[in-house]
């Protein structure tokens, strides 16, 4: 079993800054492609950014820019590091792994639980 643990949400103010960290525990074999994903209130989740295990990163055209993925194999950890945030901003934000637990014959796809981001004066 794979768990996936976010941490480093809260409230800022626009124009502000926040890092993200999500850290994959359990029976972990391997670790493929990690997430963060986002839903704001009435929305729908959305993809952020998403980084390859050897470095290929993407993002969403509205956090390009201002938004840096990356991740340490080593801790089998991943952080999301957001500047001039805004309002738009304000949502949970999950963190999304493919991985091969430990005597697994399948790749599975693992979400952690959500941590807040708040942006607001």
């Known amino acids: 079993q794979v768990e996936l643990v976010e941490s480093g949400g809260g409230l800022v103010q626009p124009g502000g800054s926040l890092r993200l960290s999500c850290a994959a525990s359990?029976?972990?074999?391997?670790?493929?492609?990690m997430s963060w994903y986002r839903q704001a209130p009435g929305k729908q989740r959305e993809l952020v950014a998403r980084?390859?295990?050897?470095?290929?990163?993407n993002y969403v055209d509205s956090v390009k820019g201002r938004t840096t993925i990356s991740r340490d194999n080593a801790k089998n950890t991943i952080f999301l590091q957001m500047n001039s945030l805004k309002p738009e901003d304000t949502a949970v934000y999950y963190c999304?792994?493919?991985?091969?637990?430990?005597?697994?014959?399948?790749?599975?796809?693992?979400w952690g639980q959500g941590t807040q981001v708040t942006v607001s004066s």
């Open positions: 359990g029976s972990i074999s391997s670790i493929g492609t």
């Open positions: 980084i390859a295990s050897g470095g290929t990163t």
């Open positions: 999304h792994a493919n991985a091969l637990a430990v005597g697994g014959s399948r790749w599975l796809y693992y």
